[in-house]
């Protein structure tokens, strides 16, 4: 525009700014890193990333990190879950009609892992064996190529946060009677920074 004989910057829409910044970051190194629902009990301590791989040391927070984005209506998988438990995941959340199950890949574990990540939001792995660094590359750029995340149950060599429960207890038992209906944890994240921890409450059993 024009003011006084002076020129003057356009006024730019914030949308379009946010797609031009899009746009300059996926010139400079690939798709932008999106944020990934995690369930309201996780908010504000774990944050998924697309592209990201995140390692943890339990099935219930393997399952739990899986649970937002699928309540969100995204599809997840699990590969290499022989005990998978179906109830458990219903209870967190997952909804079992967009999620994909790959119960005993064998040998192929990882290549399994790395098609599912072209279709899936979250893939949730538990390795057959150890990892080295040069496969885990080749998973996380494939990661980062169709904006997935990988949640690891067990090690993983590059991982953008390793997440543990400690002191864990269950509620819903009296006097030897009851049911199990929350299970408390004390949730501690290592690998963004200064290191987090929060005492966090799953739901178990009825809704």
């Known amino acids: 525009m024009f003011d006084n004989g002076r020129v003057g910057a356009p006024a730019v829409d914030a949308s379009v700014l946010a797609q031009l910044r899009g746009r300059i970051q996926a010139l400079e190194g690939g798709p ?3 944020s ?9 301590l774990v944050r ?3 592209g990201g791989a995140y390692a943890v040391d339990t099935a219930s927070l393997a399952m ?3 649970a937002g984005a699928s309540a969100a209506g995204d599809w997840v998988g699990f590969v290499g879950w022989g005990d998978f438990g179906v109830e458990a995941a219903h209870q967190l959340g997952i909804d079992l009609t967009r999620t994909v199950l790959v119960p005993s890949p064998g040998e192929h574990w990882l290549e399994v892992a790395a098609a599912l990540a072209d279709v899936l939001k979250v893939v949730v792995l538990r390795p057959a064996a150890r990892v080295d660094a040069k496969s885990a590359s080749v998973l996380e750029a494939r990661l980062r190529a169709r ?3 990988l ?9 953008d946060a390793t997440i543990s429960a400690a002191e864990t207890r269950w509620e819903g038992l009296g ?3 009851g049911r199990l209906h929350r299970h408390r944890a004390l949730v501690e994240v290592h690998g963004t920074g200064r290191p987090l921890s929060d005492e966090v409450a799953l739901p178990f059993g009825d809704r």
């Not at 949640?151 to 991982?159: A, D, I, Q």
């Open 151 to 159: 949640v690891v149950h067990g090690e993983w060599p590059r991982s």
């Open 48 to 50: 998924l990333r697309t």
């Open 147 to 149: 904006s997935a995340v």
């Open 32 to 34: 932008s890193r999106l």
């Open 175 to 177: 006097e030897g009677r």
């Open 36 to 44: 990934v629902p995690v369930l309201p009990a996780l908010d504000g």
């Open 64 to 66: 739990a990190l899986a």
